[in-house]
């Protein structure tokens, strides 16, 4: 008897040990996948996108402004490259601008050297050099 009990004994423990290490193999593998997801998002879905934001001061009326805002939007549009355009007001009264999510680099350089963005300080009025910052985006959040 004392025989039958302790062999039980190792038993229990030996398919203990085994359930464990399956518990451990199926987290380590989920934790992985998971992680391999997340590698290759970053790599391919936004490999190279940047952000832009701009904001400008300007003595125009938000109704001018967005008025103009509309009105330009077509030829933004046309953009190659150029994922997403926000459109912004900000808390500071007379401060507008933009927030751009390009494609990559290049696109973004395209842009900057090109005549549209030459017309947007005279289009707006802007009462001094906007601020300008670029990001990196390293990827995000929803598809």
């Known amino acids: 008897m004392k025989l039958i009990n302790c062999s039980l004994s ?10 464990c290490t399956g518990k451990i193999d199926n987290k380590t593998k989920s934790d992985q996948l998971a992680k391999n997801k997340v590698t290759q ?6 490999k190279g ?15 001018e402004i ?3 805002m509309k009105e330009r939007a077509p030829r933004f549009r046309e953009l190659s490259g150029l994922i997403q355009k926000y459109y912004i007001k ?3 009264p007379g401060e507008f601008g933009g927030v751009y999510i390009w494609d990559s680099m290049e696109s ?7 005549d549209l963005v030459k017309t947007i300080a005279a289009a707006y009025e802007l ?3 906007p601020s300008t910052e670029l990001i990196d985006i390293m990827f995000e959040l929803r598809e």
Do not use: D, P
């Open 10 to 19: 190792y038993i229990v423990l030996i398919l203990t040990l085994i359930s």
């Open 41 to 46: 998002q970053t790599e391919t879905k936004q």
């Open 49 to 63: 996108a940047i952000m832009l934001i701009v904001r400008g001061k300007t003595k125009l009326t938000e109704e």
């Open 66 to 68: 967005e008025l103009r």
């Open 90 to 92: 900000t808390k500071n």
């Open 108 to 114: 973004f350089t395209k842009y900057k050297e090109s």
């Open 127 to 129: 009462t001094e050099t």
